[in-house]
Antibody, heavy 117, light 109 residues
Framework: EVQLVESGGGLVKPGGSLRLSCAASGFIFSNAWMNWVRQAPGKGLEWVGRIKRKVDGATTDYAAPVQGRFTVSRDDSKNILYLQMNSLKIEDTAVYYCTTGSAEGFWGQGTMVTVSS | QTVVTQEPSLTVSPGGTVTLTCASNTGAVTSDYYPNWVQQKPGQAPRSLIYSTSNKHSWTPARFSGSLLGGKAALTLSGVQTEDEAEYYC?????????FGGGTKLTVL
């Protein structure tokens, strides 16, 4: 059974940092392109960023609102996906989901990040 | 800035058929945009239904189908069931970036 379990969410002040983790199991993590998607309270889905698999260079791409502040990384030895979030803004408040590539189509249950003073 | 547009809301009767669409302000949606469709019910995590225009996952009910229609991506539900009441999001690939539509709230009554 495929599982994606996010953790690391919480309350942080504007300008602060947070690192989210996504523990993956039930599939060959090292073969998968992985994404982070977020959803602000009462709003729609927003793609945050993606990391390709190592054989494809493990390159990353980001949505414009987070470019330069967020970093997606992966540890294939531990089957964990990360999202390092720096210089957090109030508008980054959201549930953050990790997802596999489209063909696999798996989503985690999400972790809540609240940015507030 | 890329904007993906969906109908804000649609209503369908049980057993009926409904088509949701997904447009891009960059032009006609083609298979090169790898359209995806995602379902989200209140209080639940999203669930992927369709990828690369028309491909279904093992868990996708047969009544859901994806296509291209008149320059847009489309999701058609045939024989709608009450459990299909949900928010539906399309996702388009624009080069290295991915962009979600604003979502369509589907009401079944």
């Amino acid at each position: 059974e495929v599982q994606l379990v996010e953790s690391g969410g919480g309350l942080v002040k504007p300008g602060g940092s947070l690192r989210l983790s996504c523990a993956a199991s039930g599939f060959i993590f090292s073969n998968a392109w992985m994404n982070w998607v977020r959803q602000a309270p009462g709003k729609g889905l927003e793609w945050v960023g993606r990391i390709k698999r190592k054989v494809d260079g493990a390159t990353t791409d980001y949505a414009a609102p987070v470019q330069g502040r967020f970093t997606v990384s992966r540890d294939d030895s531990k089957n964990i996906l990360y999202l390092q979030m720096n210089s957090l803004k109030i508008e980054d408040t959201a549930v953050y989901y990790c997802t596999t590539g489209s063909a696999e189509g798996f989503w985690g249950q999400g972790t809540m990040v609240t940015v507030s003073s | 800035q890329t904007v993906v547009t969906q109908e804000p809301s649609l209503t369908v009767s049980p057993g009926g058929t409904v088509t949701l669409t997904c447009a891009s302000n960059t032009g006609a949606v083609t298979s090169d945009y790898y359209p995806n469709w995602v379902q989200q019910k209140p209080g639940q995590a999203p669930r992927s239904l369709i990828y690369s225009t028309s491909n279904k996952h093992s868990w996708t009910p047969a009544r859901f189908s994806g296509s291209l229609l008149g320059g847009k991506a489309a999701l058609t539900l045939s024989g709608v069931q009450t459990e299909d009441e949900a928010e539906y999001y399309c996702l388009l690939y624009h080069g290295a970036a991915q962009v979600f539509g604003g979502g369509t709230k589907l009401t079944v009554l």
